[in-house]
Every structure is written in structure tokens, then in C-alpha cells.
């Protein structure tokens, strides 16, 4: 029997008629299942797709995009490109898009207004299918407005508008979740010093640790030290603490650096870590928790996946689905290592 199949010219691409030809059908339910219309039968469907993939057939961008109405593109508009907090919600939002096949436009306004809004401007002249705003603090940002062309969310930072949809995460969980384990091994005796009191991060993280404090029926030995996020702060702020009360048994840390200062001091003072005081910091920030002595636990802010939650957002309108104004906090989680449990 002779083949009837269709032969692809070496210098010449396959074409959507190849793919027609070899699957059987019509140019017009070619396209349809290429470009993942829901007009065409599952079993027709799966049967143009291994046509294209046997003949190497690559659907044309710009010609599925006249289709669909969309570029498979999303722009990543952020203030703050260096910062620790950043990155990793850019890899999660990336991930997610790198899983749909989205590219992504990655674009830094180094906290200009001005930059901002020229690179908005950049981003929807290349009609992304959406955009997500990532800021550099949890400090709500001002909103780019109700009448852009596609769908915002803003991760980390949320805006200042309710009517837009914002992520990021829960600070004030999160403090009380590093006083419930201090309690959990045994401390009584806690004290709470954190960073630049001008933070909502700072303001939140101290809510929850007296909050956690008063359910356990206990009474922070001194007021919340409020400082900058630095280790110079948590050596200062932990040497005043041990002058003024002796018999601290626990440090709740606004940040990793800070933690790390406490443990400086803690060990000048001649004080053993978790032995006779656990300490606790905030952020994870691997390259200091894991090279503490002793490791640091602390209190992760799962920031890629609050990225991919962004993105599953964007994804979800480009669906269809109505956007929830407000702000979805994202829970963050315990990372326990050897600065409140002795290893056996």
C-alpha cells in the first residue's frame, strides 16, 4: 500500500495543513485542537496533537494569540530586584508560570514611581496577559488603579485599594507561632526584640507574640525592643535584656540577623543555647540560620509559595474567575533546628 502521509521538505517548517493532513482533518479542526478550543472531541483532539508532535509541528505565537486573545505573557513588575524577600517570590511566580508555558517580562522600578509607571506602561504595550507587583516590604503600596486592561495582583506588599487583590504574608501568625513553640519546650521567661518599629512587619510580628503570650496565661518579662534588623541591634538590645533580668529563658527574634546578635551576646554572657535560654528568629534566611552556632530555627514565610499563589490567581483570572478584593494572608511555618531543641 502506498503512504498517503504528508512529507515535510527538509528546509521547509511544518504547517498547521501538514498536521490537517496527517491527522485526517480539516485545517479549521486542526487549529482548533492545537490552540485547545473545547469544540473539538477529546479523542480528535489527542489524535492532531500526536500528528503535530510526529512532524515536529511548532504552533505559530503571534498566530495563536490572534486566536485566543492572549500572549502567553506576564509581566513581573517589582521595586526592589537585590532584596532577599523578593527573589524568592519571583522564582515561585516563575515556576508556576514555567509550568503553563508563560513567559515572563521581569521588570525592576528600583522604587521609583516614575520608573514604575514607565515600565507599566512597557508591559501592557506588549499586551501581557497579566501582571503581578511585588513589593519590597509588607507595608501596603499604592494601587496602579481600576481601569488597567488585565488582571493585578500584588504579592507581599498589598495595595491600598480593598477593591484589588493582594497577597502576603502573615506576620502576626507568624509571631505567634515563634512564642507558641518557645512555650511548647518549656519557656516562661520571654522577651521579644525586633526591628524598625515603622514596619508593619515589625508592628504585626509583636501583636502576635503578646497575643500568644496572654493565651498561655504569661507576661513578657520586659516591652517589645523595637530597633533596626540588624545583628549590631540583637547584640545591644540582648545585653541590656540579661543586665535587667537575669533569668530570661527565651528570645522571640524579629528578623534571623537579629537572632544572631542574641546568640553573640547570649554566649558572651556565658549562657548555653537551648540549654538555658532558646532563641528564635524570623525569615529563615538559610546562609545565617544554617550557619549559626547552633542553628537557628526560625519562622520561614514560605515566599515561593506565596509566588505560585500569585500566579495561580493570574491563571485563574485569565480564566474567568471574579477577583476577590481584600488581602489573602499566607500562613507562614516552623523551621526548627538546634537554637530551641538540644540535639540528642
Not at 3 to 23: E, F, I
Not at 191 to 199: A, C, K, L, N, S
Not at 209 to 217: H, S
Request: glycine share 10%; net charge neutral.
Amino acid at each position: 500500500m502506498a503512504d498517503t502521509s504528508p512529507r515535510v521538505h527538509a528546509t521547509r517548517a511544518p504547517t498547521l495543513n501538514d498536521v490537517a493532513q496527517l491527522a485526517g482533518v480539516s485545517m479549521a479542526t486542526a487549529s482548533k485542537a492545537v490552540n485547545g478550543r473545547a469544540e473539538v472531541a477529546e479523542k480528535t483532539r489527542r489524535r492532531v496533537l500526536a500528528a503535530a508532535s510526529e512532524i515536529g509541528f511548532t504552533p505559530n505565537g503571534l498566530a495563536q494569540s490572534l486566536v485566543t486573545g492572549r500572549t502567553k505573557t506576564v509581566g513581573l513588575l517589582t521595586s526592589d530586584l537585590e532584596g532577599r524577600f523578593v527573589l524568592p517570590i519571583l522564582m515561585g511566580a516563575e515556576d508556576a508560570f514555567g509550568s503553563g508555558e508563560i513567559s515572563v517580562l521581569l521588570c525592576d522600578a528600583r522604587g521609583d514611581r516614575i520608573r514604575e509607571n514607565y515600565h507599566l506602561k512597557a508591559l501592557l504595550n506588549r499586551r501581557v496577559d497579566g501582571i503581578i507587583v511585588v513589593g519590597r516590604s509588607t507595608d501596603p503600596r499604592n494601587s496602579l488603579g481600576q481601569q488597567l486592561p488585565v488582571p493585578v495582583v500584588y504579592a507581599y506588599a498589598p495595595s491600598d485599594d480593598p477593591r484589588d487583590q493582594s497577597l502576603a504574608p502573615d506576620n502576626h501568625a507568624g509571631g505567634r507561632l515563634a512564642v507558641e513553640h518557645l512555650i511548647s519546650v518549656g519557656r516562661r521567661r520571654i522577651v521579644h526584640i525586633t526591628g524598625d518599629p515603622g514596619y508593619a512587619a515589625a508592628q504585626d510580628r509583636a501583636a502576635g507574640f503578646k497575643e500568644g503570650m496572654a493565651a498561655a496565661g504569661l507576661t513578657p518579662v520586659d516591652e517589645v525592643m523595637f530597633g533596626s534588623w540588624t545583628e549590631g541591634w540583637g547584640r545591644d538590645a540582648t545585653a541590656v535584656l540579661l543586665q535587667r533580668h537575669p533569668d530570661i529563658d527565651g528570645f522571640v527574634c524579629g528578623s534571623d540577623q537579629i537572632a544572631r546578635g542574641a546568640l553573640e551576646t547570649l554566649r558572651d554572657f556565658g549562657r548555653s543555647v537551648p540549654e538555658d535560654v532558646a532563641v528564635i528568629g524570623y525569615d529563615n534566611w538559610e546562609v545565617l540560620a544554617t550557619n549559626s552556632r547552633p542553628e537557628l530555627t526560625s519562622i520561614d514565610c514560605t515566599l515561593q509559595g506565596l509566588g505560585r499563589q500569585a500566579a495561580k490567581r493570574i491563571f485563574e483570572a485569565l480564566d474567568g474567575a471574579p477577583v476577590a478584593g481584600g488581602t489573602e494572608l499566607f500562613l507562614p511555618k516552623l523551621v526548627i533546628r538546634g537554637s530551641t531543641i538540644a540535639s540528642r
